[in-house]
């Protein structure tokens, strides 16, 4: 599983039209070019023929069909020769002729072969970002653009912590996990408070595993469950897009904000499955929420919280309210 259907369909529309696009140029250049020469056309129609015949003689076989297609390939060459003769004296290059592809190598099909064509998979990785950027603060969301000098060098807290350097630490972590990303990348856990950098990181990681071509859907809690449970009760529910299958087979599954969506016992009940089928069929997930261990053993119940803490690595934010901190310093 790389992306949802409707990213396929996307890339796959793009790919339709932009090859259209190039058979109708080369049409449209065909035909001015014939009024202009006709005895272009003519060559033209010589070589259609000449191919036909060859692959006449072929299938019929023996020393004879041998002979003729020679005699056809070596008229061929004539006829090339003399088109080539032509366009180099209309100052035109020797392509000029052919249906010119955004990819020569699939000929805009997005496939060689039973191969997945290389510009298919870039435009996948493209489109996938765009979806992302759509639905969440994405193109401000990158590593590179994300500063340390927010968080404290001052020990707080119980335990005395430095922020600082707790946060350089989660940071060189996240960026590895997105270098090395697998699908048997481990799970992880965002835990902290309100404007730490958690949806930052999140989404950073997003991008650099889409860039790997991976399949990643990130949503937030209330989001995504939310759209479970309308594809469950509503009766004019028209999206097609099944969530669940998506939230279930994706290469990575980023659910941000865990526990701000309006809980009951269908949501509990679909988060369960999701977080326990994605541990069984070991596909990485990456949790963020703004509560403690108590707080969501209250909302989810011990079957949720033992499999958060016993198959995400967690990674505790440190700090102040970033959000707070920006607006303060821009005054």
Known sequence: MGYSKDIYQKAQQILDESRTRAEREADLRRTRLYEQYPQLREI??????????????AISG??????????LKESNLGLQRQRAKLLSDAGLPPDYLEVHYACKQCQDTGLIGQRQCGCLSALLRKL???KLSDTSSAEECRFQNFHLDYYSEQPSGPYNVVPRRAMEKVFSFCTAYARTFSDRSESLLLCGGTGLGKTHLSLAIAFEVIQSGFGVVYTTSQRLLDKLQSQQFSRGYQDDTDYQALALSCDLLIIDDLGAEFSTSFTVAALYNIINTRIIERRPTIISTNFDEQVLRERYGDRILSRLLCAYRPLQFYGEDIRMLKRFRSK
């Open 128 to 130: 996938a970002y765009q």
């Open 62 to 71: 023996g020393d004879q069909a041998v002979r003729l297609i020679e005699q």
């Open 44 to 57: 033209e129609n010589r070589l259609a023929k000449t191919g036909i015949s060859a692959a006449r003689a």
